[in-house]
């Protein structure tokens, strides 16, 4: 099953210096049919004004993944922990049993992010924070693994959940296959261009649900750089 989510259904919020997008219930924004994907909980694709961000703020029991599409993104946190995440590149942050963190566009240009938030299997940990770069020309054709929380991916970022976020570039008529597996949930969203699964035709900042399906078959339609998050 495939239920497409066109970004111009999601929820969000305007604040000047953050316009932001909802895939599923977040802030002020509640759908009762779209409050969490498996274990998936957020997806929000945020736009930050140049020098302006999040201040300091408080997280506990939660993997946040933020896939910056353009732009970067400067993190500081009150473990000591500071660094900018670029285009192309992922931060993830384990809250854990409770961190407070600022992430700031520090940038003379616009910054596009996804956050992407996933519920932990595992709770009661320290928390901490990482980042990695992850160039496109790596993730041509094929699908790469941004973040983990399974062992054997040992090139992604660590996270403490059963769920698995990964990323592609394809050129336009290319396809590429993920095994998902019937008990579980995939979200995609093309970061840029757009594919068609199925049939279905999923545009840039569309979102696509998916479930009950063994594999999926991505085709570009466009250009395209598409991330999905597979959760229990």
Do not use: C
Not at 36 to 56: C, E, K, S, Y
């Amino acid at each position: 099953m495939i239920e497409l989510r066109p970004y111009t259904s999601l929820g969000g919020a305007n604040h000047g210096w953050l316009d932001a997008k909802h895939h599923f219930s977040f802030g002020g924004y509640h759908d009762p049919k779209r409050t969490h994907w498996g274990n998936l909980r957020v997806w929000n694709d945020d736009t930050i004004a140049p020098q302006t961000g999040f201040p300091p703020h408080p997280h506990r029991d939660m993997e946040i993944i933020t896939y910056v599409r353009e732009g970067a993104i400067t993190h500081e946190d009150n473990l000591g922990n500071r660094g900018r995440t670029e285009a192309g590149d992922v931060q993830v942050m384990s809250a854990g049993t409770g961190i407070a963190h600022s992430e700031y566009n520090r940038e003379d240009v616009t910054t596009r992010i996804f956050q992407i938030w996933i519920q932990p299997t595992r709770t009661g940990e320290a928390p901490s924070w990482g980042a990695r770069p992850f160039p496109k020309g790596d993730r041509g054709g094929r699908f790469v693994v941004l973040a983990s929380g399974f062992a054997n991916d040992n090139d992604a970022l660590p996270i403490r959940t059963d769920a698995r976020v990964v990323g592609a570039s394809l050129k336009a008529g290319e396809t590429v296959e993920y095994a998902i597996g019937r008990d579980r949930h995939a979200y995609l969203v093309p970061a840029a261009g757009a594919v068609e699964i199925d049939g279905v035709r999923i545009n840039a900042r569309d979102g696509a649900a998916i479930s009950d399906q063994e594999v999926i078959r991505v085709t570009a339609i466009e250009d395209s750089e598409i991330v999905l998050v597979d959760a229990a």
